[in-house]
Nanobody
């Protein structure tokens, strides 16, 4: 399984970005897919996840601003990020989990700054 994250970039506070995670193989509907983020000196943290049944979970800090979705036909997962804040600046990672199987994509940098 390979995960390819993209869509990061620089944006001003209040702006929006959409991250994409392209998966090799048809795993999006069979794995719990998640977005995590990490800043230097801190542990990687969950941002949002979506289960095989479609249930979503969000970190408190992003609730109401971020939305995770998936496209099974395209084997992709997305993270729509609105009303971005400077504290959202981080490297964002895509993750696929199922039982003992745990895969990570490379990170994509999001910078929120005026």
């Amino acid at each position: 399984v390979q995960l390819q994250a993209s869509g990061g970039g620089s944006v001003q506070p209040g702006g929006s970005l959409r991250l994409s995670c392209a998966a090799s193989g048809s795993i999006v509907s069979m794995y719990t897919m998640g977005w995590y983020r990490q800043v230097p000196g801190k542990e990687r943290e969950l941002v949002a996840s979506i289960t095989t049944g479609g249930s979503t979970n969000y970190a408190e800090a992003v609730k109401g601003r971020f939305t995770i979705t998936r496209d099974v036909a395209k084997n992709a997962v997305y993270l729509q990020m609105n009303s971005l804040k400077p504290e959202d600046t981080a490297v964002y990672y895509c993750r696929a989990q199922r039982s003992y199987r745990d895969y990570w994509g490379q990170g994509t940098l999001v910078t929120v700054s005026s």
